[in-house]
């Protein structure tokens, strides 16, 4: 346990940046900056490939914001998509634009707290299923709510907006929920979730509310995927139950998170860009059997590949003798449960 | 008495569906969210038969079923055993066999699109009336229930009369207990879900005759088949069974009183009730 506490003051003490931290920072700074010049280069169709990237990118960082410490596979992103979609769709004649973003991160949240509440206080498992069949249930729902109360199967929703600018509003969103993801990571309730990821009952031990921590932290999640449906809704036109809430958007959200790799934060952006092209690819070329080359490339990427592309790189760096200043040092660091085990080693040898 | 008949009428399908998914779950240990699929691939293995041949769709069981156990063995061999293999912790494998077998659903979801296609598929068959207490109800569900009732039952006594039946249920209670007393985990384990998933493919074949299905529909019978699991309780042949009548009747009075189109609304409510209540179902042990 004393090495708990020696972790936690050295967290303490690293509150300020250190130089490495601050060459990251600048280094991703760097990135988006670069990034968010794209729409001036290419317009038409790269364009629409470069929203597509961006859209993916917020959506799989978000769900890695939850995803990723707790090892909770949480394939509800449709769910939450669908209702920022709604949200936006529904009210655009009642509301302006900016708050019903807002308002469909307020309503993606409060629902993911009602979620969180029933089913992560049991048992990770009864979380994943609960989530494979949200989507499902909400349509239902908005379907039977449209067939009572109206007529029609789908709201028309348009607002100017230009592709460029639909583009930096997701990019946006991806710097917001990376910064986010990068702040919880420095707190104690980052702190808290890599504990529980590693070992629940050691957390809960260590006198950490762990239901409490993996709820807040399924809220930030789900209200970041929310807004991102609530930012492509107008882009989109026109929104129906079947189109909004498409399990493939949680299947594919999982996918190009793994591809990426989960330890880190940063992993996801990795795994997008190659996985929209390569998705494109298949979806021209094969049209008739995208789920099928899809469940293939899910399943390669699981039993291939299973720390992803940040987990073959640290691999490489780490064989080059440079250990030290990997990537995975910080956190290895930062890991008690790693030092308690490696301990446990040193002394059964 | 109409919900009430057509209720337990579903629910007697329901239930092996589902103890074909406690078998894989219960016993051996694996989620398994490509199970529903399965279900409707033994419905197209069912339909296919019925059009070809015109014969009962009961007898597409002799092959539905063996191929179901086969294929869900070669599917245990090769892709779940690795990853017990690579597992170093139960939650490692979970989280892994949830990825794999998710993906698998995938893959077997687009499997049947290439061969029988996206849309609505349903059969017309003994769909004539029979008359149940002066109500009229399809003959073709009468009959379903009775061949799932047999199924059932016939798993039922194997599984508690039987040396076999006997080895599953002490590794479903405790899998390294059941390896010193010189059971073969990993061969009963394998077998279970062969067995598992040849249940939930009879299941498919039974619910076929009355019901319309697609090849993305697999999903929402993955769903209830586990919302049954967990509300009789992981382990419990008795407590799955009363939970698929329960199941059964819920969504009926759902879908007769209020919409047919929110049946698994039925089922999420019943999932939060035990959630909330009972976590552990209906049957279960409570564990510390």
Request: hydrophobic letters at 55%.
């Amino acid at each position: 346990m004393s090495n708990l506490a020696d972790t936690r003051q050295a967290m303490r003490a690293g509150a300020g940046l250190s130089s490495g931290e601050l060459r990251k920072l600048l280094i991703s700074a760097a990135i988006f900056v670069l990034a968010a010049l794209v729409p001036f280069a290419v317009d038409g169709y790269p364009l629409q490939l470069a929203i597509n990237i961006a859209m993916y990118a917020a959506l799989a960082t978000s769900w890695l914001l939850f995803s990723g410490p707790t090892n909770y596979i949480a394939l509800s992103t449709a769910a939450f998509f669908g209702i920022g979609m709604y949200t936006a769709a529904g009210g655009i004649e009642l509301l302006p634009y900016p708050v019903l973003i807002l308002l469909a991160g307020v309503i993606g949240a409060a629902l993911a707290a009602v979620v969180g509440l029933a089913t992560l206080r049991v048992s990770g498992v009864y979380f994943v299923i609960f989530s494979l069949g949200l989507a499902e249930l909400i349509r239902q729902f908005m379907t039977w709510g449209q067939h009572v109360f109206g007529t029609m199967s789908g709201i028309y929703v348009t607002i100017d907006r230009s592709e460029p600018e639909y583009y930096w509003q997701l990019l946006l969103l991806t710097v917001v929920v990376y910064v986010v993801g990068w702040w919880i990571g420095r707190s104690r309730l980052g702190f808290a979730l890599r504990i529980i990821g590693n070992d629940e009952v050691v957390a809960v031990h260590c006198g950490i509310n762990t239901a409490l921590a993996k709820v807040v932290l399924f809220v930030i999640s789900s209200a970041f995927a929310s807004i991102a449906g609530a930012l492509v809704a107008p882009r989109w036109g026109y929104v129906e139950p079947v189109v909004a809430f498409n399990p493939f958007v949680s299947f594919q959200v999982v996918i190009m998170a793994l591809l990426g790799g989960t330890h880190r934060l940063w992993g996801p952006l990795l795994g997008v860009i190659p996985f929209v092209l390569l998705w494109e690819l298949i979806a021209i070329e094969f049209p008739s059997q995208t789920t099928l080359l899809l469940g293939v490339c899910f399943l390669l990427i699981v039993y291939v590949i299973p720390n992803g592309f940040t987990g073959l790189v640290e691999t490489a760096l780490g064989r080059r003798g440079k250990a030290g200043n990997a990537p995975g040092a910080a956190q290895r660091m930062f890991d008690p449960l790693r030092n308690l085990r490696q301990r446990g080693k040193n002394r059964n040898a | 008495m109409d919900i009430l008949i057509i209720g337990l009428l579903l629910g007697g399908t329901y239930a092996l569906m589902a103890m074909g998914l406690q078998l894989q779950y219960g016993v051996a240990r694996i989620m398994n969210l490509a199970n529903g699929e399965l279900l409707i691939a033994g419905a197209f293995g069912a339909f296919w038969f019925y059009a070809g041949t015109k014969v009962s769709p009961l007898l597409s069981l002799l092959f539905v079923v063996p191929l179901a156990f086969a294929l869900n063995w070669l599917i245990y061999r090769f892709l779940i055993l690795p990853l017990v293999r690579r597992a170093k912790s139960q939650g490692k494998l979970e989280v892994d066999s949830i990825l794999a077998t998710f993906g698998l659903s995938f893959i077997f979801i687009g499997i049947m699109v290439a061969f029988f296609g996206a849309q609505y598929t349903d059969y017309a068959y003994l769909s004539e009336p029979v008359f149940i207490f002066g109500e009229r109800y399809g003959l073709n569900r009468v009959v379903s229930f009775f061949a799932s009732a047999v199924l059932c039952i016939g798993l039922y006594v194997w599984l508690h009369k039987t040396r076999a039946g006997l080895a599953l249920r002490a590794v479903s209670v405790n899998p390294s207990a059941a390896g010193l007393v010189s059971i073969n985990v990993a061969r009963a384990s394998a077998f279970a879900f062969a067995l598992g998933g040849a249940v939930t493919a009879a299941g498919g074949v039974l619910l076929s005759m009355y019901l319309t299905f697609d090849a993305s529909y697999g999903v929402v019978f993955t769903l209830k088949a586990l919302i049954i699991v967990i509300l009789g309780g992981v382990g419990d042949i008795r407590g799955t069974i009363l939970a698929a009548f329960i199941l059964g009747l819920a969504e009926t009075a759902v879908a007769t009183l209020i919409d047919p189109g929110l049946t698994l609304a039925a089922a999420y409510i019943l999932f939060m009730i035990v959630l909330l209540v009972r976590p552990e179902g209906l049957f279960g042990r409570r564990t510390a």
